[in-house]
């Protein structure tokens, strides 16, 4: 019992089996209609883990290498004394029924398999170039072969031959992926392989066509259980190649280029235990496209919408669906939520009427303050406020149009020019905002650390870097949408086309999106947190000396009070960045980011701030001016008292 103390690592002694990463048990408990490993494996149909061992064909049966080969039969099939006596080929190993490379040149093509002794159970030449003799076998050498590894071997095509259709009856499982075959005909080998269970056919990028009767047997009933076609070039599946195949469980279709997948892909009644759909782009859905197929454990996808209720048998039970969370959108709305669509709703118009007020404002009645240069940055900062209620309203009035239908619409909502409009205008109003953010607190500082105008922002300069600033955010903006980066999904990843990068997922472009949102932001706000620092210190050392201030005490005031005012605006700027940048940066190093997290910062924090900033610098200076407008009012009224 001393395996009992170290159960993973322990290697069982002869006559024993070792339950997978646990303990040993006698040989004659496997499969003996009782469960003896922790889990009952010894009475299922796996592998049972004895490394270094050699497992016996069919009964699991772990050996000792010393047994092998030894003039004695320990398995009962005999398999430990296969290949024992053959003289085997320089680069390979022949050894108890097993044919592997061992230190063969697979820059050399291999010619002929007559090495191979007939009573092989399990042959693996990856890598090696065998397209000229696959799957011309000689006659009589694969009669016993159970397990063939051809992954890498330049096979081009796999129709029987005369030589190679009778002797394949005994194959249970095939690997030929990355391989360059082009099609499965109705002459392939598979028809051949009667008892076939596995077949393995991904990353053979230039399969592009399968006959109906590809796995088709002369036996009434397919033995296949698994079917990998991932990473391979069809486009389109007949629902004919799937009748003969009722025992199929495991169906990877993963990153392969089929567009549609139509209700009558499947056979009515099929079942499958596993469907992988991962990196599959479905471009049409239809009503109860997977009503032909009962999928009872696990559909693997990359979208949500492949999940909804509306396209699956109704027997298919809940739970299967293996797919990442929409932040925002559910089968019926873009926006799952109502408090987010209210909140949608809220910010978009705040942040376009309070920002169009602000502008007519300034324009109209404070023009005085565009002399300045802080006057130009805070007016240019409404501008880009504007556009993030702009962008706001059109995904509320997205979300009200799809409404109740956004699992049909989804696709082509995301992959339209006005999700992609979209993108950009919250892309350029964020940068914008935060350069402008930026330049106002630079502009402050020099006012408030160089009183008599030693060094100040002004004349030319002040619009140079307003045209820079805009010019640098429509880059910024406009950079996923260039011809060389339009295979990048920084818009379109979502239904609210925001290019925030506050998930684990890697989507092409994420590095710009991170460098951009995270990176760059967090340092123009650590420049301005900095700033703001000083320039609170600054203005506490004034109060201070507040007796020492002569002639400009009231300028210095004017400016003391618009920094302050101004201080407020970037604190709150910098306390709604400060979430998105830390969990962006947590994303970053892979933790899983809440998506209820994810949708509360694109529709709350994040554009929180082009609704309150018109509230912040606009009304304390109309209120300033009703004050004085009243006063004025009332020396008028006195004096003609």
């Known amino acids: 019992m001393k395996h009992l103390h170290d159960c993973e690592h322990h290697v069982c002694p002869e006559g024993y089996i070792k339950c997978p990463r646990s303990y040993c048990i006698p040989v004659h408990y496997f499969q003996n209609k009782e469960y003896d490993c922790p889990r009952g494996e010894d009475e299922l149909d796996v592998l049972i883990n004895c490394p270094g061992y050699f497992v016996c064909a069919s009964s699991n049966i772990c050996l000792h290498p010393d047994h092998v080969c030894d003039d004695y039969l320990h398995c009962p099939e005999g398999d430990d004394e296969l290949n024992c006596l053959v003289t085997c080929r320089s680069g390979f190993q022949c050894l108890g029924g097993a044919v592997t490379l061992d230190g063969y040149d697979v820059s050399i093509p291999l010619t002929d398999f007559r090495f191979v002794d007939s009573r092989t159970r399990y042959l693996d030449v990856s890598g090696v170039n065998i397209s000229a003799v696959f799957p011309s076998f000689p006659r009589g050498h694969f009669y016993n072969l159970l397990k063939a590894t051809f992954s890498g071997c330049s096979i081009t095509h796999i129709d029987a031959t005369p030589s190679s259709q009778n002797q394949l009856r005994s194959m249970l499982w095939i690997d030929l992926s990355y391989n360059f075959i082009q099609?499965?005909?109705?002459?392939?080998?598979?028809?051949?392989?009667?008892?076939?269970?596995?077949?393995?056919?991904?990353?053979?990028?230039?399969?592009?066509?399968?006959?109906?009767?590809?796995?088709?047997?002369?036996?009434?009933?397919?033995?296949?259980?698994?079917?990998?076609?991932?990473?391979?070039?069809?486009?389109?599946?007949?629902?004919?190649?799937?009748?003969?195949?009722?025992?199929?469980?495991?169906?990877?279709?993963?990153?392969?280029?089929?567009?549609?997948?139509?209700?009558?892909?499947?056979?009515?009644?099929?079942?499958?235990?596993?469907?992988?759909?991962?990196?599959?782009?479905?471009?049409?859905?239809?009503?109860?496209?997977?009503?032909?197929?009962?999928?009872?454990?696990?559909?693997?996808?990359?979208?949500?919408?492949?999940?909804?209720?509306?396209?699956?048998?109704?027997?298919?039970?809940?739970?299967?669906?293996?797919?990442?969370?929409?932040?925002?959108?559910?089968?019926?709305?873009?926006?799952?939520?109502?408090?987010?669509?209210?909140?949608l709703w809220v910010n978009g118009f705040l942040a376009l009427i309070g920002n169009i007020s602000v502008i007519i404002y300034r324009l109209l009645f404070e023009k005085k303050i565009l002399r300045m240069a802080y006057g130009h940055f805070v007016t240019h900062l409404s501008f880009s406020d504007l556009l993030m209620g702009i962008y706001l309203i059109i995904i509320a009035a997205a979300d009200t149009y799809y409404r109740g239908s956004y699992v049909w619409d989804e696709l082509q909502w995301r992959s339209s020019a006005a999700c992609k409009v979209s993108g950009f205008l919250s892309t350029l109003s964020n940068e914008t905002s935060t350069i402008f953010i930026t330049l106002i607190t630079l502009d402050r500082f020099l006012v408030i650390r160089f009183p008599f105008g030693q060094l100040r922002i002004s004349g030319k300069l002040i619009n140079i870097l307003c045209i820079l600033s805009w010019a640098l955010g429509f880059l910024i903006a406009t950079v996923p949408l260039l011809p060389p980066f339009d295979h990048w999904t920084i818009y379109n990843s979502n239904g609210m086309c925001l290019g925030l990068p506050l998930t684990n997922r890697r989507q092409p472009g994420w590095q710009f999106s991170t460098t951009i949102f995270i990176f760059l932001n967090f340092f123009l706000f650590m420049f301005i947190a900095i700033g703001q620092v000083v320039i609170y210190r600054t203005m506490s050392d004034t109060r201070i000396n507040k007796a020492n201030i002569t002639n400009a005490s009231s300028r210095r005031a004017q400016d003391l009070a618009i920094a302050k005012h101004l201080s407020l605006i970037a604190i709150t700027d910098f306390l709604c960045w400060c979430p998105v940048g830390v969990i962006g940066l947590l994303a970053l190093d892979g933790h899983d980011i809440s998506m209820e997290a994810y949708a509360w910062l694109a529709v709350l924090v994040l554009p929180v701030n082009s609704a309150l900033n018109p509230l912040l610098y606009t009304i304390p200076a109309v209120m300033k001016k009703w004050r004085l407008f009243k006063a004025d009012t009332s020396c008028y009224v006195t004096t003609n008292s």
Do not use: W
């Not at 169906?251 to 056979?267: H, K, W, Y």
């Not at 859905?285 to 454990?297: G, P, R, S, W």
């Not at 990442?324 to 909140?343: G, V, Y």
């Open 183 to 343: 099609s499965v005909s109705v002459t392939s080998i598979f028809r051949y392989m009667i008892g076939l269970r596995t077949v393995n056919l991904s990353y053979n990028p230039y399969l592009v066509y399968m006959h109906n009767d590809a796995f088709s047997t002369y036996s009434t009933t397919s033995a296949i259980v698994e079917i990998d076609l991932s990473n391979t070039g069809l486009s389109a599946i007949n629902s004919a190649i799937f009748v003969p195949l009722n025992n199929l469980e495991r169906l990877f279709l993963r990153n392969t280029p089929l567009s549609e997948i139509r209700g009558d892909m499947f056979p009515a009644g099929f079942v499958l235990q596993q469907l992988d759909l991962r990196g599959v782009v479905v471009q049409h859905l239809y009503a109860n496209m997977f009503t032909n197929v009962i999928i009872e454990q696990s559909l693997f996808t990359d979208t949500f919408k492949l999940c909804c209720p509306q396209l699956h048998n109704k027997n298919t039970p809940a739970g299967y669906c293996k797919a990442p969370r929409d932040p925002f959108s559910s089968c019926a709305d873009l926006i799952s939520e109502q408090i987010l669509r209210i909140l």
